[in-house]
């Protein structure tokens, strides 16, 4: 089983400023099949980036997903107040067929 | 636009059993894979099962395996997570969830809001 790694666990960070969260697998990624999602309290998870590097239908161009085998980054370029939540990235190659990152806050500094 | 409501959450004792329901509309439902992803209070996303397309293959989390079984009704839109034998630790809210493929090798581009269950005595 993949086991994903997320870092860090908390990000504070004011608007307007650049975000990198980090995730990387116990071993390579198929294919790059690498999600990341957006969640914010009493919400469920919504997409932003699969395959890695694609974005999801309707997300601003300020996510953006990079990496490939066991290496994979989110960055947010500016931080918009509604950014504030926590991000899970998430592996669809190997069996079982999905497992999820633990999660980092991205929280207000 | 496509929509995934869940129902049947609830409180219920330790070993009892319940079942969750998620129906689905605005999408050929039949034709795309299907997820349970559950959240602990506070906690991170846990992936419980999947099923395929036609329910020909499913796949359980080894912390549900033997307890829990995934099925649907593509005839009514319809996804269930039967729960038998339930614990506190499955205390979470259950989200549905669109594989973005037939199969279960894929990411999850629609979620449904949740149902809560919390298993006490």
């Known amino acids: 089983e993949i086991v994903l790694t997320q870092s860090p666990g908390t990000l504070s960070l004011s608007p307007g400023e650049r975000a990198t969260l980090s995730c990387r697998a116990s071993?390579?990624?198929?294919?790059?099949?690498l999600a990341w999602y957006q969640q914010k309290p009493g919400q469920a998870p919504r997409l932003l980036v699969y395959?890695?590097?694609s974005r999801a239908t309707g997300i601003p161009d300020r996510f953006s997903g990079s990496g490939s085998g066991t290496d994979f980054t989110l960055t947010i370029t500016r931080l918009e107040p509604e950014d504030f939540a926590v991000y899970y990235c998430q592996q669809y190659g190997t069996s079982p067929p999905v497992t999820f990152g633990p999660g980092t806050k991205v929280d207000i500094k | 636009q496509v929509q995934l409501v869940e129902s049947g959450g609830g409180v219920v004792q330790p070993g009892r059993a319940l079942r969750l329901s998620c129906v689905a509309s605005g999408l050929t439902f039949s034709n795309y894979g299907m997820h349970w992803v559950r959240q602990a209070p506070g906690k991170g996303l846990e992936w419980v099962a999947v099923i395929w397309y036609d329910g020909s293959n499913k796949y359980y989390a080894d912390s549900v395996q033997g307890r829990f079984t995934i099925s649907r009704d593509n005839s009514k839109n319809t996804l269930y997570l039967q729960m038998n034998s339930l614990r506190a630790e499955d205390t979470a809210v259950y989200y549905c969830?669109?594989?973005?493929?037939?199969?279960?090798?894929?990411?999850?581009?629609?979620w449904g809001q949740g149902t809560l269950v919390a298993v006490s005595s």
């Open positions: 071993q390579s990624v198929t294919s790059s099949y």
């Open positions: 969830a669109r594989a973005s493929g037939s199969s279960g090798w894929y990411y999850s581009d629609y």
């Open positions: 395959d890695a590097s």
